[in-house]
């Protein structure tokens, strides 16, 4: 296959801007590029807002009309970050087991409010695991269905107490959320009464 020619190509580090099909314009600094399947990797300004981050974008050229390089940088570009690989595959060993547990207690017919303490449990205290329908938290505490903190079961002590203090937080967001969300659902109700 013969060498992209100029204008092909995009170099590590230029700025430059895309229009896509949509019609949504991508402003970014290129950090990477294949040219055999026309994806380009843009550094991009953060939705989110928040300093010090960026957004990652993969653009397929296949779906851009136009691109304008604002920035051509045709020096070396920058060394590539180093990367923490054990810390890399710690992460995504709990990501994956993460995923099997939500996925156990799915299969195990476990009630949806049950699967949501988990979660706020695991949040705060990651040694937490599902033991058939039950969740147990430090191999001290179990909690058994249906996940009230009448239901918290274990040695009396700062572990018991502490789980305890958790499983009522969670279920006292819910209740909060329950009655922010029950107005807005009336509210909504009347309005659509009213346009008809």
């Known amino acids: 296959m013969a060498a992209p020619a100029a204008g092909e190509y995009f170099s590590i580090g230029s700025s430059v801007s895309c229009l896509t099909c949509l019609g949504e314009r991508l402003h970014g600094e290129v950090?990477?590029?294949?040219?055999?399947?026309?994806?380009?990797?843009?550094?991009?300004?953060?939705?989110?807002?928040?300093?010090?981050?960026?957004?990652?974008?993969?653009?397929?050229?296949?779906?851009?009309?136009?691109?304008?390089?604002?920035n051509d940088r045709t020096g070396t570009p920058p060394p590539l970050a180093s990367l923490n690989f054990n810390k890399l595959a710690n992460r995504?060993?709990?990501?994956?087991?993460?995923?099997?547990?939500?996925?156990?207690?799915?299969?195990?017919?476990?009630?949806?409010?049950?699967?949501?303490?988990?979660?706020?449990?695991?949040?705060?205290?990651?040694?937490?695991?599902?033991?058939?329908?039950n969740i147990v938290v430090m191999d001290d505490v179990i909690i058994t269905p249906p996940y009230r903190v009448d239901n918290c079961r274990g040695k009396e002590g700062s572990a018991l107490s502490h789980v305890r203090k958790i499983v009522e937080k969670h279920?006292?967001?819910v209740e909060s959320q329950k009655s922010v969300q029950r107005p807005q659902a009336q509210q909504s109700q009347k309005d659509s009464a009213l346009s008809a």
């Not at 953060?46 to 957004?55: A, E, I, M, R």
């Not at 653009?59 to 604002?70: F, H, K, R, T, W």
Request: glycine fraction near 4%.
């Open 31 to 70: 950090i990477a590029f294949d040219y055999h399947t026309k994806m380009l990797t843009l550094k991009c300004a953060p939705s989110s807002g928040k300093p010090n981050v960026s957004d990652v974008v993969l653009v397929n050229l296949a779906y851009v009309s136009e691109v304008d390089i604002i």
């Open 92 to 133: 995504a060993r709990a990501e994956k087991e993460d995923k099997l547990s939500q996925a156990y207690a799915i299969s195990a017919g476990v009630s949806v409010e049950g699967q949501q303490l988990f979660q706020t449990i695991h949040k705060t205290i990651k040694d937490c695991k599902w033991q058939e329908k």
């Open 171 to 173: 279920f006292r967001d």
